[in-house]
């Protein structure tokens, strides 16, 4: 099936600097997404990318669909200790593959 | 709304009971997905529904039932638990047909002894 390389695998900084994860993919994705997990609950969805080359913010944070469709990367901006967490990509290849596949994560460690 | 909701939130049960884990969301979304997370995998699907009476495989769906006779619910069946099912379970919904967008539920955190 399909794998999503997602690293790095865990990255510790102290608060305020600014951070940089990403993924690649063997094959090409239509839909790539980033999704941030707390500990004891589910995902919640940051942003969604639809377009090649297209770049995306959410406050602090910006993400990007890379122009091969292949690979995604996010970006934060000034972290805060609320930013810990895991963050997961996740990507689709689109027309009847109606599943998304998901990174093994980045756990992220803000020291204040 | 209430979103995707998941119950019960924790299991334990013996090898080889079967037990149902309930997902439920209020959003009319046509799209519903199952996903099992251990440490170090992520987040690996089981099985899917993109509409009401239509479900099909997932990633890992061996040891589980699904089916969808409703658009709001989505039930998880395990008919013999192992304990290799030990883990947390989260289902997901999303308004398209095809899984974009996934909102998840709180999760189930299922252990097998």
């Known amino acids: 099936g399909q794998q999503l390389n997602q690293s790095p695998q865990s990255m510790f900084i102290q608060e305020g600097e600014d951070v940089s994860m990403n993924c690649t993919s063997s094959?090409?994705?239509?839909?790539w997404l980033w999704y941030k997990q707390d500990p004891g609950e589910g995902p919640v969805l940051l942003i969604a990318l639809y377009k090649a080359g297209e770049l995306t913010s959410n406050g602090r944070l910006t993400a990007q669909f890379g122009i091969t469709r292949k690979d995604s990367f996010l970006n934060i901006s000034a972290s805060i200790p609320s930013d810990v967490g895991i963050y997961f990509c996740a990507g689709r290849s689109g027309g009847s593959n109606y599943k998304l596949t998901f990174g093994k994560g980045t756990l992220l460690t803000v020291n204040p | 709304n209430a979103g995707v909701t998941q119950t019960p939130k924790f299991q334990v049960l013996k090898t080889g009971q079967s037990m149902t884990l309930q997902c439920a969301q209020d959003?009319?979304?046509?799209?519903m997905s199952w996903y099992r997370q251990d440490p170090g995998m992520g987040l690996r699907l089981i099985h899917y529904?993109?509409?009401?009476?239509?479900?099909d495989q997932g990633e890992v769906p061996n040891g589980y039932n699904v089916s969808r006779s409703t658009t709001e619910d989505f039930p998880l069946r395990l008919l013999s638990a192992a304990p290799s099912q030990t883990s947390v379970y989260f289902c997901?919904?999303?308004?398209?047909?095809?899984?974009?967008?996934?909102?998840f539920g709180p999760g189930t955190r299922l252990t097998v002894t």
């Open positions: 959003m009319n979304h046509e799209y």
């Open positions: 997901a919904s999303s308004y398209g047909t095809g899984g974009d967008e996934q909102y």
């Open positions: 094959s090409i994705f239509n839909t």
């Open positions: 529904s993109v509409g009401a009476g239509i479900t």
